[in-house]
């Protein structure tokens, strides 16, 4: 039998090229174990059954190759709620809080507004945003069925009543108006180099390129929401660090005002948002 800390100081040795060796080796062992990490700090010499040290040595050996955390645990947080996962979408970013951030911060709090998220994945952004504003009612849309499958799930276990799963190929089967349409959609490019490195090396496709310069998606969104939203309506989406002069050039063409880029943790212009029409009319 092996104790805690012993597990924890092998997994942490052969984690050496993850960005995170300790924080992975102790996600991977309160997984297993059920318990959180206070635990393991609390008890480092209690030895661990050898059914439970087997499935923990199964993980880190997935994990040392390569596969993300969140998909061995099935889980990740978001906007302080706990999502669950699955290798049919992306994992939710901490950089796409600040799209949730900039939908609260200029829609009006009390209104019983319409608002669409396109590209849902696990529901991230649309669970946050009904959470934070139970009076609006949220279509979290997304054309992949097994996604819709995950935020039913996710809808029911975070009790956001407020938000309905839709399958649609981006607005084929949106009815309109609505006050807002989010969405962080695919924008890599087709033969970007990071698509072989780290985490998104078992992310979908589907889910990450936006064709050869990454702005397919884009495109069709800025253009087809116009004709989506009321007077006045947002429109906020995610983009990639070198995309905000293109994407706000999009924005321009299809005549949105008060176009604004606002920039990640990392300090990358990550989030483009506009108004279309006057925004008082709303
Ligand atoms: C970058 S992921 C974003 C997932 C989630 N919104 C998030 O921020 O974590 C893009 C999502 O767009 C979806 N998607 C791709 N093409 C689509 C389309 N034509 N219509 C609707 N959704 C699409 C993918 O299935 C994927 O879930």
Known sequence: MTSIAGLLAEAKRRLQDSDSPALDAELLLCHVLGKPRSFLFTWPEREVDEVLAAQFHQLLARRISGEPVAYLLGRREFYGHEFLVSVDTLIPRPDTELLVDIALETLPAEDSLRVADLGTGTG???????????????????????????????????????????????????????????????????????????????????????????????????????????????????????????????????????????????????????????????
């Open 124 to 282: 991230a952004i649309a669970i946050s945003l009904g959470l934070a504003r139970p009076t609006w009612q949220l279509l979290a849309v997304d054309y992949v069925v097994a996604v819709l499958d995950l935020v039913e799930r996710n809808v029911r276990r975070l009790r956001a009543a407020n938000v309905t799963p839709l399958q649609s190929s981006w607005y084929s089967r949106l009815q309109g108006p609505f006050d807002a349409i989010v969405s962080n959609p695919p924008y890599i490019r087709a033969n970007d180099v990071h698509l072989q490195r780290g985490d998104v090396r078992f992310e979908p496709r589907s889910a990450l390129v936006g064709g050869d310069d990454g702005l397919d998606d884009i495109r069709l969104i800025v253009s087809g929401a116009p004709a989506r939203l009321r007077a006045g309506g947002l429109l906020a989406l995610e983009h990639g660090y070198d995309q905000g002069a293109a994407v706000r050039e999009l924005f321009h063409a299809a005549g949105f005002q008060s176009v604004e880029t606002r920039r990640d943790y990392g300090d990358n212009e990550r989030v483009t948002f506009g108004f279309y029409g006057a925004r008082d009319a709303q």
